[in-house]
């Protein structure tokens, strides 16, 4: 908002009759005469210069003014955007640039600024204009390509060797550094070669040792049958923690031990004959009871004369036709005089399991059985047995969890004795 908006207006300014032709004359005591006109100068009134009344024409200060002449009619009233004075009739008085400041103005103004003799106006000149170009594509300036050659010719720049400085802040050839860098680094790839070289000829050796191991593991196995004492076969008492059906921890003791011999009369006439691709080089059996004496089970281990390719594929055959879960290719049990197992015959059989192993040239099996000689006209595979919806009689007695147990922890015995060193024959 502008000053000149937030200015109030002034009143107008009263009308000045215009003097007399011949101002009478004055005496000592006209001072003091209140008709007496107001001859003060007006420009220390309202900031404008004196000059000729309104009413006077310029030129004709002392002219009498003729009675019998119209007088000009009264300006108008002052309008409220010049409040300074009436319109001129002819020369006009000159009215201030800037009217006077008010005291309820806050912002200072700018004043008209007069030239004098001290501050000379100084004349404006405008700037020069370049020519214009000539009409054409713009293009490089040819002095400043990089090809302009220089008066003189094109300088010549050398550059001096670089220096370096060693841990004592002493300057050195920087060369010498680099080159203790690059031995540094080249030493680094020619050890990471070794190592890389070192690891892959480290694991070519671990598969041959690892296949070496795994070899001499199943020769080992194959020859336990006469190297490693019966009890570490098995064991007079076997613990079977969690074995039992729900599982409930077991307990089973030897009660009998077969002499070693063929597998003519171990195994039923169709089990024998699928088992004969591998052969029978010695066959081991014993006897168990649990700790109630309510259960019979007969484990055997039978060491073949096979290789580890054959044992694979007779393995691959039991699971591929099923023939560890057919009751007429059941092992036989080993039925001890004067023992809770002797009368443990093959009309006694309950549940049964036969296992190929693949690390080893030996087949494990197991059958179970009640130790009162119970017949059993239904007896059931070990796999069966042992699933929580079987409800068969030797499912629902344990006769599974007997036999699939006993065996298991034989066997585990088993790889532990072909890890471990032996005592050599007699």
């Known amino acids: 908002m502008s000053t000149e908006a937030r200015r109030p207006p002034l009143p107008p300014r009263p009308v000045v009759p215009p003097p007399p032709a011949h101002p009478p004359a004055t005496g000592p005591d006209d001072s003091n005469t209140p008709d007496a006109p107001d001859t003060t100068d007006r420009t220390h009134q309202h900031g ?7 009413s006077e024409p310029p030129g004709e200060p002392g002219k009498p003014e003729d009675p019998d002449t119209p007088t000009a009619p009264p300006p108008p009233a002052a309008s409220a955007r010049f409040p300074d004075g009436p319109p001129a009739t002819g020369h006009a008085p000159r009215r201030p640039l ?27 000149t405008a700037p020069a204009i370049p020519p214009p170009r000539p009409a054409g594509p713009p293009g490089p300036d040819p002095a400043r390509s990089w090809s302009a050659l220089p008066p003189g010719g094109r300088p010549t720049v050398s550059f001096g060797r670089p220096e370096g400085y060693d841990a004592d802040a002493r300057p050195r050839p920087l060369g010498r550094r680099l080159r203790g860098r690059t031995v540094a680094v080249a030493s680094c790839v020619v050890l990471g070669l070794g190592l890389i070289g070192g690891a892959v000829t480290g694991s070519w050796l671990a598969g041959d040792s690892e296949a070496d191991r795994e070899r001499n593991a199943f020769e080992t196995a194959g020859d336990m049958w006469h190297s490693v004492p ?10 079977g923690r969690g074995a039992g059906p729900g599982g409930a921890d077991r307990t089973w003791t030897r009660v009998a031990v077969a002499p070693d011999g063929g597998c003519s009369d171990a195994f039923d006439p169709l089990l024998r004959g699928a088992l004969a691709p591998v052969g029978c080089e010695r066959l081991l059996r014993a006897t ?13 281990l039978l060491f073949t004369d096979a290789d ?10 039991f699971e591929d036709e099923g023939l560890d879960r057919r009751d007429d290719l059941m092992p036989r049990p080993y039925a001890a005089d004067n023992t809770v197992a002797a009368g443990f015959g093959d009309d006694q059989r309950a549940s049964w399991t036969v296992h190929v192993l693949t690390d080893a040239p030996v087949v494990v099996y197991s059958v179970s059985g009640w130790a009162d000689d119970r017949r059993v006209d239904s007896p059931q595979p070990a796999a069966d047995a042992v699933r929580a919806d079987a409800d068969t009689d030797p499912a629902q007695a344990g006769l599974g969890h007997e036999a699939k147990g006993l065996a298991d922890r034989i066997e585990r015995a088993l790889r532990k004795n072909a890890t471990t060193p032996t005592e050599q024959p007699s």
């Open 48 to 54: 404008v210069p004196a000059g000729p009344g309104p």
């Open 98 to 124: 800037v009217p006077a400041e008010t005291p309820g103005e806050h912002t200072p103004r700018l004043r008209p600024f007069r030239p004098d003799d001290d501050h000379p106006v100084r004349p404006v």
């Open 230 to 239: 019966v009890d570490r076969l098995f064991p007079p008492a076997v613990d």
């Open 288 to 300: 168990y009871t649990d700790a109630t004496q309510s259960f019979v089970t007969t484990v055997g």
């Open 308 to 317: 580890a390719p054959a044992m694979r594929a007779l393995a691959q055959r």
